[in-house]
T-cell receptor, first 114, second 116 residues
Framework: GNSVTQMEGPVTLSEEAFLTINCTYT??????LFWYVQYPGEGLQLLLK?????DKGSNKGFEATYRKETTSFHLEKGSVQVSDSAVYFC?????????????FGKGTTLSVSS | DGGITQSPKYLFRKEGQNVTLSCEQN?????MYWYRQDPGQGLRLIYY???????QKGDIAEGYSVSREKKESFPLTVTSAQKNPTAFYLC???????????????FGDGTRLSIL
């Protein structure tokens, strides 16, 4: 079956540090991949997405590249800010299977200090 | 502005009581979802609906029920059969389900349910 595995947190960084949050997936079909962010006490917001191999999604300085050969979709940001502190979720949608919902990883908590 | 509205933001339940969580969307989305979020466990799918008058069980449907009488609304009832209901509940919607393209989900701000 389909699944998503994220690196366990928490990830603790100083402001302006480089961020990588690892995400790998298994899928039987043709997945689209997503990163969501959740700020304290709120719902999830879509951060970026990629729909086919070698696509790069980007938003607000965050980037992730869909790597089919390594089944990965790692999230990166060159210089984090305190306001980036949140929980980040990797997710996949199997385009080859109609009627299926998104599958989420367990989330990675990021804490950025000034 | 279009979006998803969940109410109430906080809800308290007594032992043996059923409670209903509201979810309304004005995005004209066909698909809607309910998730449960517990610390360290990410999101777990309770129920989802692809279209009006149709819904499917997710991974943890026991102790929950839903209805989809209108496209805009997908209420979740937490029944007394759910023995550990304390959690953060998130409702979401999307244009469609997998197999139709890369449909991201849009989320409400959640309802936090606690047991008195």
């Amino acid at each position: 079956g389909n699944s998503v595995t994220q690196m366990e947190g928490p990830v603790t960084l100083s402001e302006e540090a480089f961020l990588t949050i690892n995400c790998t997936y298994t899928a039987t079909g043709y997945p689209s991949l997503f990163w969501y962010v959740q700020y304290p006490g709120e719902g999830l917001q879509l951060l970026l997405k990629a729909t086919k191999a070698d696509d790069k999604g980007s938003n607000k300085g965050f980037e992730a590249t869909y790597r089919k050969e390594t089944t990965s979709f790692h999230l990166e940001k060159g210089s984090v800010q305190v306001s980036d502190s949140a929980v980040y979720f990797c997710a996949l949608s199997d385009q080859g299977q109609a009627g299926t919902a998104l599958i989420f990883g367990k989330g990675t908590t990021l804490s950025v200090s000034s | 502005d279009g979006g998803i509205t969940q109410s109430p933001k906080y809800l308290f339940r007594k032992e043996g009581q059923n409670v209903t969580l509201s979810c309304e969307q004005n995005l004209n989305h066909d698909a809607m979802y309910w998730y449960r979020q517990d610390p360290g466990q990410g999101l777990r799918l309770i129920y989802y609906s692809q279209i009006v008058n149709d819904f499917q069980k997710g991974d943890i449907a026991e102790g929950y029920s839903v209805s989809r009488e209108k496209k805009e609304s997908f209420p979740l009832t937490v029944t007394s059969a759910q023995k550990n209901p304390t959690a953060f509940y998130l409702c979401a919607s999307s244009i469609g389900l997998g197999g139709q393209g890369a449909w991201p989900q849009h989320f409400g701000d959640g309802t936090r349910l606690s047991i008195l």
